[in-house]
């Protein structure tokens, strides 16, 4: 079975920075990408961005030019760097495996705890 755990939430200022990390476990090693979800109080969960297995990151609309996703060689972590924080970025965050690099859809319904990031305006 796939395990997620996700770290690095916190509350930041409007324009702050944070660095989430997600390891995981499991049969999710072979994955050919993963992808960071984020579900903001009262709406649906939102891609944000992928990256693969031996390939490199894109991203959500609503994040390009702020975050940054990356990898460790052994592919069980993945990271993502947020810049330029907005109240809107406001989420619990997860990461997934995704079904296929360069898509949007999670891979199984493994989803971790999460961790919160809260930014205040």
């Known amino acids: 079975q796939v395990q997620f755990v996700e770290s690095g939430g916190g509350l930041v200022q409007f324009g702050g920075s944070l660095r989430l990390a997600c390891v995981a476990s499991?049969?999710?090693?072979?994955?050919?990408?993963m992808g960071w979800f984020r579900r903001a109080s009262g709406k649906e969960r939102e891609f944000v961005a992928g990256?693969?297995?031996?390939?490199?990151?894109y991203y959500g609309d609503s994040v390009k030019d702020r975050f940054t996703a990356s990898k460790n060689n052994a592919w069980n972590t993945i990271y993502l760097q947020m810049n330029s924080l907005k109240p809107d970025d406001t989420a619990v965050y997860y990461c997934?495996?995704?079904?296929?690099?360069?898509?949007?859809?999670?891979?199984?319904?493994?989803w971790g705890q999460g961790t919160q990031v809260t930014v205040s305006s």
């Open positions: 990256i693969g297995r031996y390939a490199g990151p």
């Open positions: 997934n495996a995704l079904t296929s690099y360069g898509l949007a859809n999670a891979a199984n319904d493994y």
């Open positions: 499991g049969r999710s090693f072979s994955a050919p990408a």
